[in-house]
């Protein structure tokens, strides 16, 4: 798998001068984790990332670790082709775990559910203690699923708000 198989089309970018709030914004509207930045000559200076905006003194978020970085680290260290025979079985598991994520009531378009060999990774935050342990339990229920590894952040209702305001 290569760069072009995984980014985000068309490609969208920012100006130096664009408003934090608004690239937040982007990001979620696009479902993207980060985007260049463009000078007034096209050419690329930077990019801000999702981390970038999440470690913010205004959120008090500036001494936290990153929820995804654990999800890089496990991408980065797996074999090529590792886990293609077992892609169906993995599917049905992800499936199943979304559909009790769901059943639970939680909101899943902030979860990110990754299988590997019949072992869930939960990724992503929820808004209490009580909806970790819920999509644990929901995990750990679905057929097939042999060990649960809860990453989930908890972040409050306040502060999950903050990413749309204006």
């Not at 990332?49 to 999440?54: F, H, I, P, T, V």
């Not at 990754?114 to 229920?141: I, M």
Request: zero cysteines; charged letters at 25%; aromatic letters at 2%.
């Amino acid at each position: 798998m290569k760069a072009k198989d995984v980014m985000a089309r068309p490609v969208v970018s920012v100006a130096p001068d664009t408003d934090v709030r608004k690239i937040a914004r982007l990001l979620l509207g696009r479902r993207i984790s980060a985007v260049p930045v463009i000078n007034d000559r096209g050419r690329v200076i930077g990019m801000v990332s999702e981390g970038d905006l999440m470690r913010r003194p205004e959120s008090r978020t500036e001494g936290r670790a990153s929820w995804w970085l654990d999800l890089l680290h496990g991408l980065a260290a797996r074999r090529p082709g590792a886990g293609r025979s077992a892609a169906p079985k993995a599917a049905r598991i992800r499936d199943g775990v979304a559909a009790g994520l769901r059943e639970a009531g939680l909101r899943s378009e902030v979860i990110n559910v990754v299988v590997e060999d019949a072992a869930v990774h939960l990724w992503g935050w929820v808004e209490s203690a009580a909806q970790r342990r819920a999509a644990a339990l929901a995990a750990a229920r679905t057929p097939g699923v042999k060990k649960v590894e809860n990453h989930l952040a908890v972040l409050t209702p306040r502060l999950m708000g903050t990413l749309g305001a204006e």
